[in-house]
T-cell receptor, first 114, second 114 residues
Framework: GESVGLHLPTLSVQEGDNSIINCAYS??????FIWYKQESGKGPQFIID???NMDKRQGQRVTVLLNKTVKHLSLQIAATQPGDSAVYFC?????????????WGLGTSLAVNP | KAGVTQTPRYLIKTRGQQVTLSCSPI?????VSWYQQTPGQGLQFLFE???????NKGNFPGRFSGRQFSNSRSEMNVSTLELGDSALYLC?????????????FGPGTRLTVT
């Protein structure tokens, strides 16, 4: 079946550096992508989303890039802070119909070193 | 506005028993989704309810079931528990079905099956 996967299961960065978390998806029919952050002991929290008619979207300190040609999604975090330490998930949603499920990646653990 | 609440937060059961988990969505949200999260499989979609009707279902055996009440509160039930059912069960609420970034997650119920 279709799935979403991540290139790197863990990422370690220095405080203040920029972080890039990558995600590969295989369903070319997906039209909506989301990044979530999950801190220890908590449920996932929405970070940023992007629709397939866009290739870049910026939020506060975060940028999501979408490359539909190679089915690749990335999350860039500027000036990474210790509070950014968490597991990051990408998720995709199939296009069409009223019952579209989110398909989640396995997650990348981001560790920020002070 | 209060967030998504899940009860209980922790649960220990033995094989063969059954368990019921509860989720109260954000006030005004009518859609509730359930996920199973394990280290090896990530977030796996269980089912989604809207207006007391199951709108979508993941690939889980019939031992996993759910329901939604008229006040949008939802329960999920797992019968004949197996060791592999040990996981974090997450509930997410949203205003309507299929919404991606507007899903708000609860802290989860940690189920341990011994």
């Amino acid at each position: 079946g279709e799935s979403v996967g991540l290139h790197l299961p863990t990422l370690s960065v220095q405080e203040g550096d920029n972080s890039i978390i990558n995600c590969a998806y295989s369903n070319s029919a997906s039209d909506y992508f989301i990044w979530y952050k999950q801190e220890s002991g908590k449920g996932p929290q929405f970070i940023i989303d992007i629709r397939s008619n866009m290739d870049k979207r910026q939020g506060q300190r975060v940028t999501v890039l979408l490359n539909k040609t190679v089915k690749h999604l990335s999350l860039q975090i500027a000036a990474t802070q210790p509070g950014d330490s968490a597991v990051y998930f990408c998720a995709e949603r199939e296009s069409g119909g009223n019952n579209r499920k989110l398909i989640w990646g396995l997650g990348t653990s981001l560790a920020v070193n002070p | 506005k209060a967030g998504v609440t899940q009860t209980p937060r922790y649960l220990i059961k033995t094989r063969g028993q059954q368990v019921t988990l509860s989720c109260s969505p954000i006030s005004g949200h009518r859609s509730v989704s359930w996920y199973q999260q394990t280290p090896g499989q990530g977030l796996q979609f269980l089912f989604e309810y809207f207006s007391e009707t199951q709108r979508n279902k993941g690939n889980f055996p019939g031992r996993f079931s759910g329901r939604q009440f008229s006040n949008s509160r939802s329960e999920m039930n797992v019968s004949t528990l197996e060791l592999g059912d040990s996981a974090l069960y997450l509930c997410a609420s949203s205003p309507y079905p299929g919404s991606g970034g507007e899903q708000y997650f609860g802290p989860g119920t940690r189920l341990t099956v011994t």
